[in-house]
Nanobody, 116 residues
Framework: QVQIIESGGDSVQPGGSLRLSCETAGFTFSMVYMDWYRQAPGKERELVATISTDGYATRYAGSAKGRFTISRDNGKNTLYLQMNRLEPNDAAVYFC?????????WGKGTHVTVSS
């Protein structure tokens, strides 16, 4: 069974930092691209960052570039998102995602709140 579990979400002040984790199981993690998405209340789910199988290639949404860093540890089957200089517009539920065998797989999400 494919298993995707996000963690690390919290409530932080503007300018603060968080590190999100996504632990996975049930597939060959090292052979697939992985993504972070986020969804704020009343808004569409948006792609935040993507990382290649070996971690060498990464892509970011314009709003995240320069502040967020996606990384992975293939030995631990775990994906990470380091978020720095957080802004109120970063508040959302963050989801880990993989396209696998013709289907989308999602975690349940982890909540991030940014407020003073």
């Amino acid at each position: 069974q494919v298993q995707i579990i996000e963690s690390g979400g919290d409530s932080v002040q503007p300018g603060g930092s968080l590190r999100l984790s996504c632990e996975t199981a049930g597939f060959t993690f090292s052979m697939v691209y992985m993504d972070w998405y986020r969804q704020a209340p009343g808004k569409e789910r948006e792609l935040v960052a993507t990382i290649s199988t070996d971690g060498y290639a990464t892509r970011y949404a314009g709003s995240a570039k320069g502040r967020f860093t996606i990384s992975r540890d293939n030995g631990k089957n775990t994906l990470y998102l380091q978020m720095n200089r957080l802004e109120p517009n970063d508040a959302a539920v963050y989801f880990c995602h993989v396209w696998l065998r013709g289907a989308d797989y999602w975690g349940k999400g982890t909540h991030v709140t940014v407020s003073s």
